[in-house]
């Protein structure tokens, strides 16, 4: 073929019609609706997203976003001031954008530390998070000269402070979706929480331009990405619909602020933290965020120097590598990000008025529908619904550090559970093997399935050798004498006679599991000769592994 016959040469489009006819074809039997995902807000994902959406939110989106760029606000955390101004301004100096305090950790302040931070307030945003009306830090403000104080910008979330004389750029009041977060919420309430607030906040200000001028916006972004991306980019397009709701035209700019949710970390293999504070800071970025603060992976326990400047790093490497801070909306134009947050901005928009029809946000937070969600999410971790790598899969079995850092101890976290039985099993756990029997290809699966299930909640298990009958496996438990065992074979050995013959004769004491799900009244006839119980994946992993301790304790009493 020349090069011209290869100039002239057409390809057939292909259309979704016949995608769709292959797609069911690979599927062997399975219907075409098995592909789709179910979210937790009530959106099915889409396998596969071919046209564009009808809307206009992106022209939307990039003109209420005044810059690509984004502020690296990297909290300081330290034990006393002198501490808080070095690190701080190291911070500065090693690519930090901002000066970020978190009141959970007050401490006292001197005049000299206060005169430094003074004035640092003129060069740099500030945001002073969770502050109460007696935190000595507010004194910082007035050092300030007064001529410096229209310079300085950010936010205080203190409610109804009395804001010193010259200070015009300061915000104090916003939603901040830091707790229902973690109680709970999913992007759909998070968006319409968020509109709630702001419309109870402007409802008692002078006017709406007051209002704006005050009020920011936290979002704690978690580990489901391109969720994650689509409620930013949904709040941009609901701020718009909310600002015109009062007759403005031009919705003002406000502050959209993000920061690295704690609801997925976890004390279990902390350095995975690393890689969801990575997801969730690109997220944040693809979002539009105004202003993001990453979260330590180590936070839960207690930080340290190092766990600080990668927390830091994250969004310099990102930036510097990516250079997305050059490009407006960075994630418009994908067809399924801008669907999912049309769907985002029609369910929360509901949701909002819902809300405000039943008594606003006061109302709403009263009810359970919070303690619903978490528990539905919670659901799904503790039955592998959902990982959380290191945690309920793949779980690393090596020294776990269980100090709590109190600021975020009564913090909802789905690792909680599992982190409780691994502490318990630190203390004290049974002597655990499982029967293996027959061919390494046919017991390997299930065994690998029940040594992650007991990993999960700290029990270390040994495997037998391979047995060819239970009366082997008889006299490998009686020399070994394990206080916990699990039979692990295929599903046609399970329906011969070797669990029964197991339980006809095994030592005195032992505690038996079977890996693998069979019938009820297959269950129950064990269970009456000496069964323990069954494993199964999708089995509720917590109230298992915690009835395997109860059962042990409770023999090892007798």
Request: proline share 3%.
């Amino acid at each position: 073929m020349t090069i011209e016959n290869m100039k002239k040469t057409t390809f057939e489009k292909a259309d979704f019609r016949q995608w769709k006819v292959l797609a069911e074809q690979s599927l062997k039997g399975k219907p075409y609706e098995s592909l789709l995902t179910e979210t937790w807000e009530g959106i099915n994902l889409q396998p596969l997203y071919y046209e564009k959406t009808n809307s206009k939110n992106t022209k939307i989106i990039q003109t209420m976003k005044d810059s690509p760029d984004w502020i690296i606000a990297q909290q300081t955390i330290a034990d006393d001031a002198s501490s808080f101004i070095n690190q701080l301004k190291s911070s500065l100096e090693k690519g930090n954008e901002s000066i970020v305090y978190d009141g959970m950790f007050q401490f006292d302040w001197g005049d000299e530390e206060l005169l430094q931070l003074a004035s640092l307030l003129s060069e740099y945003p500030v945001f002073f998070m969770n502050i109460a009306s007696d935190d000595p830090i507010l004194r910082a403000f007035d050092f300030v000269h007064h001529e410096n104080r229209e310079t300085v910008q950010g936010v205080v979330q203190l409610k109804d402070w009395v804001i010193p004389v010259g200070y015009k750029k300061l915000r104090t009041d916003g939603a901040d979706l830091w707790k229902v977060h973690h109680d709970g919420a999913d992007a759909v309430t998070e968006l319409a929480i968020a509109l709630s607030e702001a419309a109870r906040i402007a409802g008692a200000a002078e006017s709406f331009q007051t209002f704006a001028d005050n009020f920011f916006v936290r979002f704690a972004i978690d580990t489901h990405f391109f969720m994650e991306i689509a409620k930013l980019r949904a709040f941009r397009i609901l701020w718009k619909a909310f600002s015109n709701a009062y007759e403005i035209e031009d919705a003002p700019h406000i502050p959209v602020m993000a920061v690295t949710s704690l609801r997925s970390y976890s004390k279990l293999d902390p350095y995975v933290n690393l890689l969801r504070a990575g997801n969730e800071t690109f997220a944040s970025i693809l979002g539009g965020a105004d202003i993001i603060t990453v979260h330590p992976h180590d936070i839960l326990t207690g930080p340290n120097e190092s766990s600080i400047r990668y927390a830091k790093n994250i969004q310099l490497v990102l930036k510097e590598e990516t250079h997305v801070e050059k490009v407006l909306d960075p994630a418009g134009g994908s067809y399924f990000i801008e669907d999912l947050t049309d769907e985002l901005v029609e369910k929360a928009w509901a949701l909002f008025l819902e809300i405000e029809k039943n008594g606003g946000i006061h109302v709403f937070l009263q009810r359970d529908e919070l303690k619903e969600l978490l528990s539905k999410r919670q659901s799904e971790v503790n039955t592998n619904k959902k990982s959380l790598i290191g945690t309920n899969i793949y779980a690393d079995l090596g020294t776990t550090n269980f100090a709590d850092n109190d600021a975020y101890k009564q913090l909802n976290r789905l690792a909680k559970p599992f982190e409780n039985l691994r502490k318990k099993a630190s203390e004290n756990q049974p002597k655990t093997v499982l029967l293996t029997f027959g061919e390494l290809k046919n017991f390997k699966p299930r065994a690998d399935f029940v040594t992650g299930f007991l990993a999960s909640g700290g029990i270390k298990s040994e495997w037998s050798p391979s047995f060819q009958s239970a009366e082997q496996a008889i006299e490998w438990l009686e020399t070994v004498k394990p206080d916990y065992a699990i039979v692990c074979t295929t599903d046609e050995e399970l329906s011969g006679r070797i669990v029964e013959s197991i339980l006809e004769k095994m030592p005195e004491g032992l505690l038996l599991d079977v890996a693998g799900k069979v019938d009820k009244e297959t269950e129950q006839k064990w269970i009456e000769k000496g069964l323990n119980g069954i494993i199964y994946n999708g089995q509720n992993k917590i109230e298992k592994l915690y009835s395997i301790f109860d059962a042990w304790q409770e023999g090892a009493a007798k």
